[in-house]
């Protein structure tokens, strides 16, 4: 695959992911796919390779979209397992 179609074939990958996600409404979850979606397009299509610190700066984006997307996911386990400890309480209590 040429590297020219790396960058905007991420980009529409990107906003496909986003309104995915904001659709079920975890918004966190997106923006970090989409920044992992974005870095894998600078390094596909070369643009890291385009000014000195610029590798740096998509290692930086990818790394940001995938520390999002586990604090997403720890969160939402978190409160999923919240949520049925509190219905376990709620049943024992009308018994």
């Known amino acids: 695959m040429p590297p020219e ?9 990107a906003g ?8 079920i409404r975890r918004i ?3 923006i970090g796919w989409v920044l992992l979606i974005l ?4 390094f596909g299509s070369g643009l890291a390779e385009s000014f000195t ?4 700066v998509f290692l930086f ?3 940001a979209g995938l ?5 997403e996911a720890i969160v939402r386990r978190r409160v999923r397992r919240n949520r049925q400890q509190n219905q376990r309480v709620n049943l024992n209590h009308r018994s």
């Open 5 to 13: 179609i790396f960058l905007p074939l991420s980009i529409i990958c």
């Open 16 to 23: 496909t992911v986003f309104v995915r996600y904001l659709r």
């Open 28 to 30: 966190a979850a997106g």
């Open 39 to 42: 870095a894998l397009g600078g």
């Open 53 to 56: 610190w610029s590798g740096f």
């Open 61 to 63: 984006v990818a790394a």
């Open 67 to 71: 520390m999002i997307v586990v604090q």
